[in-house]
Every structure is written in structure tokens, then in C-alpha cells.
């Protein structure tokens, strides 16, 4: 029995919680307006004969670092490495629900894009065109009613190929101006020899061109080894603060 980790990214509200409940059979609070998930949560869940650790991170609109949320998210991403990052979107508006997983697949191609709230983009005459999506951006895309139960079956066997590596995901990768790839260019290697090998050097790259001091500071902590990321096994509401 092989033993894998999944990590559900979104932006605020698109169910997370509400599919992370669903597959685990945990209680992370959902709701609009009463509940937001504030720290990360853990739970397992099975399917084929595989173990799957599953770790609920906070809703972000971004991975850049403009709150402890977006920070979270992204080190657990970038450091913890999950087989398998699940970018759960909102059928509804995924024009910017898309920008985080952009910048998930930038990060790393283990990823499954899960198109959630479908029931509701039916009502709205939505039509979505998964294998587009899904060519485009070179991973998996499965569309799911977190809420009704549509499509989980799917969504899991698409978890399954990526887990185990019968999908290599060849993630999209946007191409910037001639001024930031050079810039890229010259500090992937830097990246590289500074943090090794394992981490996303073009991505960091990216980040510290960008002036991100958060993601310096995130990376030097991880090298010495202090950072510790913690995960709740939930029960209760107890990972949940209401506003
Ligand atoms: N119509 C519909 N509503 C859904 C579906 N999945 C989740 N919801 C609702 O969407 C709302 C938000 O769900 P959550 O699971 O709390 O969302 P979340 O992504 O965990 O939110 P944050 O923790 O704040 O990031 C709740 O009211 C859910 O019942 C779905 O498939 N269809
Ligand atoms: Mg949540």
C-alpha cells in the first residue's frame, strides 16, 4: 500500500473544506460566511488501495506573500513537496480562480486542477471545455460538485495517475519579457546552488526578482532548518474561527 500526500490549494470559498470533508470524512467547518479555514488541517483518505494524506491549506488568491495565509500555502507547497497539489477553482469564475493555479504549475507539474461549484455553473449557462483547459495547461482538469458528490469518482483516478507518476504533467510555463527571462536566467543558477536542486529555482527566481523578501526570509529559515510546518488532525471546529 503506497502512502501519498495531497495538498488542497484555492482561492477563499471554492470548497476545499467541503471536498477535504467529503473524502476524508472529517469536519473542517465550511460555510460562506461563518468559516474560514485558518490553519492548515490533515486527514487521510483511501482509494485503490492507496493511502492518501490530505492537508487542507488556507483559501489564497495568490502565492505571492501578502498575507500569512499566502505564505503558508505557498511553503508548504514549495518545502513539504505533496505527491500531488490539488487546485480546487469556482466553476463560476474561473477566469481568476486560474491565476493561482498558474502559479501552482509554475511551482510544480504534480498537480490536478479540480473545477468545483460545476452544479452551479451549469445554472448559470456556463459550458466549461475540461479538455482544452486541460491541454493548455498540461495537467490533469476534472470538473466535481464538491457538494453533490458529481465526479469525485473521476477526480481520484486523476489524483492516482499523477501520485503514482503514471502522468508526467507538463506543466504550462509562461514565457515573461525578454528583461525578467534574463534575469530568470542568471539566477537560476545561483537559486540552484544556494538551496540545491530540489526546489523550484525558476519560480524562486521569479519571486526574488520580484522583490519578495518573505520567500528569502521563508528559505533561509528552511535551510537552517528551524521552519516547521504545522498540520491538525480535525474533529471538531477546532480549525476554524468565525468572523
Ligand atoms: N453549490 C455548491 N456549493 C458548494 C459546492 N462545494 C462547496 N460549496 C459551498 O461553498 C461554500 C464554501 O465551501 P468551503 O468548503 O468552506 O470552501 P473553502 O474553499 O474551504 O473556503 P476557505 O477555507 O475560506 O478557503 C460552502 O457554503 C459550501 O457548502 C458545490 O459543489 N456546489
Ligand atoms: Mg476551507
Known amino acids: 500500500m503506497s502512502h501519498y500526500t495531497v495538498a488542497f490549494a484555492g482561492n477563499p470559498n471554492t470548497g476545499k473544506s467541503t471536498l477535504f470533508n467529503l473524502l476524508t470524512g ?41 498575507s500569512a495565509d499566502e505564505e503558508a500555502a505557498r511553503d508548504y507547497i514549495i518545502f513539504e513537496q505533496p505527491d500531488v497539489t490539488l487546485v480546487v477553482l469556482d466553476a463560476t469564475s474561473l477566469e481568476r480562480n486560474l491565476n493561482l493555479a498558474l502559479q501552482v504549475l509554475e511551482i510544480t507539474g504534480r498537480a490536478v486542477i479540480c473545477i468545483n461549484l460545476i452544479d452551479e455553473a451549469k445554472k448559470l449557462g456556463i459550458d466549461i471545455n475540461l479538455k482544452a483547459i486541460s491541454k493548455r495547461l498540461g495537467v490533469p482538469v476534472v470538473a466535481i460538485s464538491a457538494r453533490n458528490e458529481i465526479g469525485i469518482e473521476a477526480l481520484l483516478n486523476q489524483l492516482e495517475r499523477v501520485a503514482t507518476g503514471a502522468f508526467t504533467g507538463k506543466p504550462l510555463q509562461i514565457t515573461y519579457s525578454e528583461d525578467i527571462e534574463r534575469g530568470i536566467a542568471e539566477l537560476i543558477p545561483l537559486v540552484e546552488q544556494t538551496v540545491g536542486s530540489r526546489y523550484p529555482a525558476r519560480w524562486i527566481a521569479l519571486r526574488l526578482l520580484d522583490g519578495d523578501n518573505s520567500l528569502l526570509t521563508s528559505l533561509k529559515a528552511h535551510m537552517r532548518g528551524s521552519k516547521r510546518y504545522e498540520t491538525k488532525e480535525v474533529a471538531g471546529h477546532g480549525v476554524t474561527a468565525c468572523h
Not at 472529517?26 to 460566511?33: E, P, Y
Request: proline fraction near 2%; aromatic fraction near 12%.
Open 26 to 66: 472529517l469536519r473542517q467547518h465550511t460555510g460562506n460566511w461563518a468559516g474560514k479555514t485558518v490553519i492548515t488541517a490533515e486527514g487521510e483518505f483511501t482509494h485503490n488501495q492507496h493511502v492518501y494524506r490530505a492537508v487542507d491549506l488556507p483559501g489564497t488568491y495568490s502565492l505571492y506573500s501578502n
